[in-house]
């Protein structure tokens, strides 16, 4: 068949040809529209994402702090990391500040430091706390919920001047309170912050101690961080601290008294019941085992014997100075009528009043009298020099038994030796070199409780 037009004359084998022709020019088409969409959603989505990026690796690592925590003489006891999560707000591991009488942050690297006013919300069971400070970062990390889904989580760290990225494949879980974690596969510094993909904050990274001896690292998800910022309540100190606890301690009501176990012998001790928040005090301690291995660090012949000190724990130079640390904090004043520095008294230590303006009693330190007799003359002198009256008691026991009275309304005594008193005699007349440290090292192992 044959098609004629204008000039042209068209066969059926070139119409066969055309048509192929047009319907493969009609599927380049279709096939490149679809490229153009395709690449436009890709685009589309990829604009996307940048958008809600919620900073960057190094807008992030601004948040990041360093923490040094000081006793009362100002000496180091920990470093450690937190971030801030507001303007004046860091959050951090609780155990890393509990036991701090002062704190201070500082950029990674940096030697400008700021002063932390104090810990304004704490979490026992979650090991987290927030701190304030007394000065202002605006590049603080935001509390919020990741956008995309991911598996895949980072950390930030400074190596000199090298920002540091590591990463990590997690996995949710979820425990009996349906509190989000994500377990780490590796060691990383505690502290930390963890970041979704988009940057945002996904935790804080802590660690803990497994039964067989490994360490488990993990991050509790940012809602435990929401809900503890919830909880924030005005400015308390630092020192505060040393004492919470959510443990359940024995009551004082089923004890009977202590055993001191040393590597010398035993002695057994019993608390008043007139002086309580030292009684529950030293109840907390033992149960929490803080006097295990510690020193008795201090010793004055035919006067007293000293321990507690958290500094002696482990090995110190036979020449080195110990007895500046104890457990963090300090108990108030409570002289009581009746209770003085007999033979065999236990009284709690203090610091001296440049470091004590508060006058109070350390939360860990005690000692025991060991003493001597003193003359009715004698009693009279201290009497006029402190200004106080011994109570007929008191100047019977002091010129029969001894002790030692020139302590009395300075310390509180809040409990006597039962059991042990030659041991006491023994170890006070030790030879000790001048900073009154025995020369030979005597170790507390641990103390019991006696029940009834």
């Known amino acids: ?56 690796y190094n807008t992030n690592i601004k948040a990041v702090v360093e923490l040094q925590t000081y006793d009362r003489y100002t000496r180091r006891i920990n470093n450690g990391i937190g971030f801030y999560v507001d303007e004046r707000t860091i959050i951090t591991n609780y155990d890393l500040i509990q036991g701090a009488y002062r704190v201070r942050a500082s950029s990674p690297g940096s030697h400008s430091r700021t002063n932390i006013s104090g810990y304004t919300a704490y979490d026992l069971k979650n090991n987290l706390i927030t701190l304030r400070t007394n000065s202002s970062n605006n590049d603080f990390l935001k509390v919020e919920p990741p956008i995309f889904d991911t598996d895949s989580l980072y950390s930030l760290y400074k190596e000199g001047d090298n920002l ?66 919830n909880k924030r309540e005005d400015v308390n100190d630092i020192i505060n601290l040393s004492d919470k606890s959510n443990r359940v301690y024995p009551s004082y009501k089923d004890i009977k008294g202590f055993n001191i176990i040393t590597d010398m012998g035993n002695i057994e001790i019993k608390l008043y019941n007139e002086t309580p928040k030292y009684r529950d005090n030293f109840i907390r301690l033992v149960s929490d085992n803080y006097y295990d ?125 039962v059991k042990g008193m030659e041991l006491v005699d023994e170890i006070s007349l030790m030879e000790t070199n001048n900073k009154e440290r025995p020369k030979k090292d005597i170790r507390i192992k641990t103390i019991e409780i006696i029940k009834h």
């Open 1 to 56: 068949m044959l098609l004629k037009l204008t000039g042209i004359t068209i066969t059926s084998t070139m119409q066969k040809q055309i048509k192929a022709l047009t319907i493969l020019f009609l599927i380049s088409l279709l096939i490149t529209a679809c490229k153009t969409s395709s690449n436009s959603n890709d685009s589309s989505q990829t604009d996307k994402e940048t958008q809600v990026l919620r900073g960057s």
């Open 164 to 229: 540091m990225i590591r990463r990590y494949l997690s996995a949710k879980k979820i425990d009996n309170d349906s509190a989000i974690w994500y377990n780490l596969k590796r060691e990383t510094p505690v502290g930390n912050p963890l970041f979704y993909k988009d940057h945002g904050l996904a935790g804080i990274i802590q660690k803990k101690e497994n039964d067989d001896g490994t360490t488990l690292y993990y991050a509790q998800n940012n809602s435990l961080i929401i809900d503890l910022l």
């Open 293 to 417: 291995n510690l020193m008795i660090h201090r010793v004055i012949r035919s006067f007293l014997i000293q321990t507690g000190a958290a500094d002696t724990r482990e090995e110190v130079p036979s020449d080195e100075m110990v007895g500046w640390q104890g457990p963090g904090h300090t108990i108030p004043m409570n002289i009581v009528p009746g209770l003085f520095h007999k033979r065999g008294a236990i009284a709690a230590s203090k610091l001296p009043d440049a470091y004590n303006p508060r006058n109070e009693s350390d939360g860990g330190q005690f000692y025991m009298i060991s003493g001597r007799v003193f003359r009715d003359k004698e009693l009279d002198e201290l009497e006029e020099q402190k200004g106080i009256t011994f109570t007929k008691e008191q100047r019977e026991v002091y010129t029969t038994i001894g002790g030692a009275p020139h302590l009395d309304n300075d310390y509180t005594v809040f409990g006597e030796v």
